[in-house]
Nanobody
Framework: QVQLLESGGGLVQAGGSRRLSCAAS????????IGWFRQAPGKERELIAR????????YYADSVKGRFTISRDNANNTVYLQMSSLTPEDTAVYYC??????????WGQGTQVTVSS
């Protein structure tokens, strides 16, 4: 079955860096775009980065542009989110998501990132 498994979260000091991973299984990973989302307490889940399947083109939300980098390793069915210059405002649960051409959507279980000031 389709699975997305995030890892790499934890506690990091402001100004620090962290790399998140999203390991995928159960589908042809190289054929699909993958998105990273986050949800902070009391806020809606928001798209922060996305990487296409065709040419690995990327999209970033303004809130993370220049600080976060999304990449993918199709050989290992994994998408990464390299985060740098972290601030307490980046504290959230981070999720990866895939949407199939049928519209069926799968989410990972999320990984908590906490940035201390």
């Amino acid at each position: 079955q389709v699975q997305l498994l995030e890892s790499g979260g934890g506690l990091v000091q402001a100004g620090g860096s962290r790399r998140l991973s999203c390991a995928a299984s159960g589908f042809t990973f190289s054929n699909y775009a993958i998105g990273w989302f986050r949800q902070a307490p009391g806020k809606e889940r928001e798209l922060i980065a996305r990487i296409s399947w065709r040419d690995s083109s990327t999209y970033y939300a303004d809130s993370v542009k220049g600080r976060f980098t999304i990449s993918r390793d199709n050989a290992n069915n994994t998408v990464y989110l390299q985060m740098s210059s972290l601030t307490p405002e980046d504290t959230a649960v981070y999720y990866c998501r895939v949407v199939f051409t049928t519209g069926v959507t799968y989410w990972g279980q999320g990984t908590q990132v906490t940035v201390s000031s």
